[in-house]
């Protein structure tokens, strides 16, 4: 091998050369990990280019892994009837996953060998990639459990349509979905490759209902990472659950193991809620500073509270300013969305920021691309934003343009293929 | 982002300065610009890099170190009247006050935990040749502003008040044509203030709400819920409301306007208000009106489009005697781009005071009426820094 090897592993390039190079990659990926596949999930690797995640587990990938700074993500809809057609694309989605979140092919033979007159079975605009952080996380949407494939008595209680919140001007072609896949990564090409191979292993049983690209993060999900910002300039998200928070994972993240019994498959999962926030960006830059500041709640330089410290300062929403008037307005957007404002409440946020080009009328199509995991979403998000939709006062420059629920199984335990346990 | 160790090296370096705001300004000082300067309030003092500075535009960054929060003036020689002052400086915060000064003595006050005098010092404005209008005459007119401003906000609330009542009696008594008129004229007045109307939380929702804003469990009530019953052709399989509910919804809606005439009577307007106002309105057109939004059952955006127009124009007519005097290049801005978009809209008149209804417009005629509210609203947007500043 002549190429220079990634800081953790080997380069696609490298990995996917033939039969002798594929078992050196196999060696060197489960050096590069470390503690296993089995546990890589929850002990996450630092992040980088050459990083790599293990797609089983106890928990579902790219959830409390460092948030990456790249996504593609995408709903399908199930064309087939076929219960066996079900089970086999997510039992082939699985293998395609895990074999990629290594760095290799999409198929076992990769995207430049296998039968010389047949395509490919990878698409090959990852060669030479590193494996890029990627991770790919699978959940099933509401309507997958409504009968077609025998699946109903299945469906955890609160896996539902999410209701109309005020305003909400949702676009049909941008919401719900029978299945999704999250793909995030630290170079886009890696996850647009992701998506672009599972979508192809899924013709004729599955068709791509809507998809969705971002960029820069707009969380960190790790206490090393910094608080990045959104589109409107502001630190974002400083209160999130990190990985290292274990007991509030399992209190508001993890699905507990007995928490759904109609759903025993969905245990160690998580609920995956996904909104499409536009942002009027032009609006918004018209704002004065001190406006967007009381809008938001926390300084624009530092990101800290307005009722002062650092960024990580505890809010003091009691202290007042001037005239007596709470120094942090009730119905900023740190107000609206801290815990004691919703029963204790926390969510797992795994944002990104996006931009599709321009509108008709020459203004940004731009925002964010929300991603929350939490355990429920009719205690967890569904009172939230509920409230946030009614009282927070930057409520006047977001408009919710599509919606999702999707319930991520954890990922197949060793010797298991994906989903097995839906269909068990 | 700046980094840890950036932030850590510029901390290490100047003890006084806050984190990434207090660098920025740091730097200036460092500059040496004299008129901008660094204030340190803690809990027992007021620490300013500089007691004097050339006349003009004057820049103080006030960090505040103290466990209280803070609040930091700019008083005349009289240590009585405020020529500037920056409030709620939460601990560890800092914030800048920019404002004006021409020649003369000052009185600094740096004021934690909100009571008393404040910590006080002399504070010297030095001749630097700069025109810097005369403040006295600046408070006339700001004062004439404001009662101007709110003569025209109760004028308009007392004709809502006249013509929701008129209109309410034609469409209770199934007048639907002469309703549909008056739909139109009587929203023109909400439109002129519609950043005062839409004000308060508890009316706002009852009175202007569009179909997708109302929440589960809550009824749809006001002007839009009427207005789909008067035009329910895009409506899929509408029906229309009985005698007995329209009643009830006009009655509603009259009520809730006498609630807030009520109110508007007792609003008085300060000067960054009603400049907030103006470009409140501006916001309004930009993301309800140009997009068809606000009138989604009968189509008549345009006249919303020009009562917003109209509102924003009073405010900032108001105003321009000030901005004349503050900021003559950001006035002459504002009004050109102001006629500019006067003349588009007049390109879409029908009849003497109506419009085309939005359907009528082109992509292309949509994109330009929407390309002069941007260039209208950026500067606008510089108008309540500059009439306070």
């Known amino acids: 091998m002549t190429e220079p090897e990634a800081t953790e592993g080997l380069s696609r390039r490298t990995l996917l050369r033939g039969g002798i190079a594929a078992a050196a990659g196999a060696a060197a990926f489960g050096a590069g990990f470390g503690t296993g596949r089995g546990t890589a999930a929850e002990t996450p690797a630092p992040g980088g280019a050459g990083a790599a995640y293990a797609f089983g587990g106890p928990h579902p990938a790219g959830i409390v892994t460092p948030a990456q700074d790249r996504l593609h993500f995408a709903a399908f809809d199930v064309t087939s009837r076929s219960r066996a057609d079900l089970r086999a694309l997510l039992a082939a989605w699985g293998d395609a996953a895990e074999r990629m979140m290594r760095g290799e092919g999409a198929g076992p033979a990769g995207p430049t060998s296998g039968p010389y007159d047949a395509p490919p079975d990878d698409t090959g605009e990852a060669i030479g990639l590193p494996p890029a952080g990627l991770t790919i996380t699978i959940g099933f949407g509401p309507s997958l459990f409504d009968g077609r494939f025998g699946l109903a008595d299945r469906r955890p209680g609160p896996l539902r349509r999410l209701p109309h919140f005020p305003g909400d001007t949702l676009d049909p072609a941008r919401s719900d979905g029978d299945l999704c896949v999250q793909a995030c990564a630290d170079d886009p090409q890696v996850a647009v490759h992701a998506v672009r191979n599972l979508a192809r292993i899924g013709f004729g049983t599955t068709t791509v209902r809507w998809s969705q690209l971002g960029f820069g993060r707009t969380s960190s999900t790790t206490s090393d990472q910094v608080t990045p910002r959104n589109l409107f300039g502001f630190k974002d998200g400083t209160a999130n659950i990190k990985a290292d928070e274990t007991a509030a994972l399992d209190q508001h993240v993890w699905v507990g193991a007995d928490q759904y019994p109609e759903a025993p498959w969905f245990a160690g999962g998580s609920f995956l809620v996904s909104r499409r926030i536009s942002m009027t960006i032009e609006t918004w830059d018209q704002q004065s500073l001190r406006d967007q500041e009381n809008i938001i709640g926390r300084s624009k330089s530092e990101g800290a509270p307005m009722s002062g410290g650092g960024e990580f300062a505890e809010p003091d929403f009691a202290l007042k300013g001037r005239g007596g008037t709470p120094i942090i307005d009730a119905a900023s957007h740190v107000a609206m969305a801290h815990p004691t404002r919703n029963d204790g409440v926390r969510i797992l946020r795994r944002g990104y920021n996006f931009v599709d080009g321009s509108t008709h009328l020459g203004r940004l199509d731009a925002g964010l691309f929300f991603i929350a995991f939490v355990n429920d979403p009719t205690t967890h998000y569904i009172p939230m934003q509920t409230e946030m939709a009614k009282r927070d006062l930057l409520v006047e420059y977001l408009r919710h343009t599509g919606s999702g629920l999707f319930a991520v199984p954890p990922g197949p335990r060793p010797g298991e293929r994906f989903a097995d346990t839906l269909f068990a | ?389």
């Open chain 2, 1 to 389: 982002m700046k980094s840890p160790h950036v932030l850590a090296a510029a901390l290490g370096a100047t003890a006084t300065v806050g984190l990434l705001a207090g660098c920025t300004s740091n730097d200036k000082a460092a500059k040496g610009d004299p008129r901008h300067v660094s204030v340190t309030s803690s809990a027992d003092a007021c620490e300013l890099t500089a007691t004097s500075a050339p006349s003009g535009h004057l820049t103080f960054a006030v960090k505040n170190t103290g466990s209280q929060v803070t609040e930091f003036y700019l008083l005349a020689e009289d240590g009585l009247r405020i020529v500037g002052e920056v409030e709620n400086i939460g601990p560890g915060i800092t914030r800048e006050l920019v404002t004006t000064a021409g020649p003369g003595t000052y009185v600094t006050a740096c004021k934690p935990g909100m009571k008393g005098a404040g910590i006080r010092a002399a504070f010297q404005v030095d001749d630097s040749g700069e025109d810097v209008a005369p403040t006295g005459d600046v408070a006339t007119q700001v004062k004439q502003a404001t009662k101007n401003y709110q003569a025209y906000v109760r004028d308009q609330s007392a004709q809502l008040l006249t013509k929701t009542v008129q209109f309410a009696d034609a469409y209770k008594a199934g007048d639907d044509d002469r309703a549909r008129q008056l739909y139109t004229d009587a929203r023109v007045h909400w439109e002129r203030i519609e950043t005062v109307a839409e004000s308060f939380g508890d009316l706002d929702p009852r009175m202007d709400a569009r179909e997708a804003d109302v929440e589960p469990g809550q009824k749809w009530t006001g002007w839009h819920r009427m207005e789909k019953d008067l035009w329910p052709q895009r409506a899929k399989g509408y029906t229309p409301m009985t005698p007995a509910q329209r009643t009830t919804m006009a009655n509603d809606l009259v009520a809730n306007t006498t609630t807030l005439d009520k109110r508007v009577r007792t609003m008085s307007f300060t000067v960054d208000q009603i400049a907030n106002g103006s470009r409140g309105l501006l916001e309004e057109v930009a993301t309800g009106k140009v997009t068809g939004e606000e009138e989604y059952w009968s189509r008549t955006d345009l006249y919303d489009f020009q009562a917003n127009v109209d509102g924003a124009r009073v405010a900032f007519d108001g105003l321009r005697p000030v901005v004349d005097k503050r900021n003559p290049a950001l006035a002459k801005t504002i009004d050109s781009r102001f006629v500019a978009l006067q003349k588009l809209l007049d390109k879409h008149r029908q009849g003497d005071t109506g419009f085309v209804g939005y359907d009528a417009l082109t992509p292309a005629q949509v994109r330009e009426l929407a390309d002069a509210v941007t260039a209208l609203s950026e500067p606008l947007s510089k108008l309540t820094a500059a009439v306070v500043g």
